[in-house]
């Protein structure tokens, strides 16, 4: 297993800033990851586990080891009448991950195509698009405890699964290697078709399929969201709010334009990107960073930009959101402590 000195960074996280870290390492396999944790060099150094870096804000160089699963491995774990078992490796390319279950037919992931990140990044913010979220087909996942080493397996309820939210973020946060995901996929599929914008885009297609879907959601998000290989962005900088139903029905009598998300019973979701372009952020530039013009959720950050300047501006937008709504909105995306 290669392991690197003072690693640029810089294209390794998806709004390119030019960071380093001390020791950067890409375990291929489950033995090279438990290899990798009893390497008494590393014992008592920081450890950030990082898929393809697209949900991450490095606040300054990383002092201590980032470590890549790059565990590529994939395989049919199962099969029943109407569904099948796929064990896929954390190194997988998301997207690569959808298309090849969609091209073999089997549903349940398809409108969380295009999502950027790897497979092992999956389960922990639990991602989610067009209506759907990967915590409906995982069905375990396999990681391995950083401290003790430990191999442990953690079925769909132990993951405590939320709006990106996930036992990952919590009690597992900074403490596992995820290696592998196992999903449950339909052999039958049927689509969900919804999101208002998936079924405007689909209401040409008769009877869509997955592949349809697929096609769909790739073009919507090739339309609205930047391509971080030419603007540095991290997707959603911030969650959308899940407030009580009657003050979110009181924000809408005053704003009838206004969407609501239904979440949990009595809770709505307010998009925070209307939130954030009532404000008058939507497309504005401060310095090397700022507000995408298509889509106020999603910060951008152009050559030279720094952490700082983007958890500024961050700050900046959360402070008008509060002052002008009273509603608190809370950054998506994993920031590591200045170094
Ligand atoms: N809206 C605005 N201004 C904008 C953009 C959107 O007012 O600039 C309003 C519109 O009313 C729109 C509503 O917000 O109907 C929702 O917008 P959109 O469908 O783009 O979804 P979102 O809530 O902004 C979430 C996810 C996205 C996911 C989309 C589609 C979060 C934090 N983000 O965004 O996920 O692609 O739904 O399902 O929940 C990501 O996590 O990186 C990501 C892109």
């Known amino acids: 297993m290669q392991i690197e000195r003072d690693k640029d960074l810089k294209r390794l996280n998806t709004l390119g800033l030019g960071v380093k870290c001390d020791w950067y390492a890409q375990p291929s396999s489950l033995d090279e990851v438990i290899t990798l944790l009893k390497d008494k060099r590393f014992t008592s150094v920081p ?13 300054g160089d990383f002092k201590g080891l ?4 790059d565990i590529m491995e ?31 037919g089997w549903g349940g992931l398809e409108n969380l ?33 950083i401290k003790t080493c430990e191999v442990n397996t953690l079925n769909t309820d132990d ?37 208002k914008d998936v079924s405007e885009r689909l209401s040409q297609v008769r009877n869509p399929g997955i592949a349809d879907v697929r096609k769909a ?25 899940v407030i009580p139903e009657t003050d979110a029905l009181k924000l809408r009598e005053e704003y009838p334009s206004l969407k609501l998300f239904p979440a949990s019973e009595s809770y709505s979701k307010v998009p925070a990107a209307w939130l954030i372009e009532q404000c008058g952020f939507k497309g504005i530039r401060e310095g090397n960073v ?3 013009p298509n889509q106020a959720l999603v910060l951008v950050a152009f050559e030279g930009a720094t952490g700082e300047e983007i958890l500024m501006l961050a700050q900046k937008i959360k402070r008008a959101v509060k002052t002008r709504f009273n509603i608190d909105i809370e950054m998506e995306v994993n920031v590591t402590a200045s170094s």
Not at 66 to 69: F, Q, S, W
Not at 115 to 134: H, K, L, M, R
Not at 159 to 181: A, M, N, P, Q
């Open 113 to 145: 195509s295009l999502i950027p990140g790897c497979v092992g990044a999956s389960p922990v913010q639990n991602i989610g698009a067009y209506g759907c979220e990967v915590k409906d087909t995982i069905v375990s996942v396999e990681y391995v405890d």
């Open 159 to 195: 993951c405590k699964f939320g709006y990106r939210d996930s036992i990952f973020k919590h009690e597992l946060k900074d403490r596992c290697v995820i290696t592998f995901v196992t999903f449950k996929l339909a052999i039958n599929p049927v689509p969900n078709i919804s999101y």
């Open 47 to 59: 450890k950030l586990v990082t898929g393809s870096g697209s949900n991450i804000l490095y606040n």
């Open 290 to 292: 700022g507000v995408h």
């Open 66 to 69: 980032v470590i890549h699963p």
């Open 217 to 241: 959601i790739t073009d919507i998000r090739r339309e609205k969201l930047p391509d971080p290989a030419v603007t540095g962005n991290a997707g959603s900088f911030f969650k959308n709010p």
């Open 74 to 104: 994939i395989s049919i774990s199962g099969k029943e009448s109407d569904c099948i078992y796929i064990k896929a490796g954390a190194g997988i390319e998301w997207d690569n991950f959808v298309e090849w279950c969609v091209d073999r």
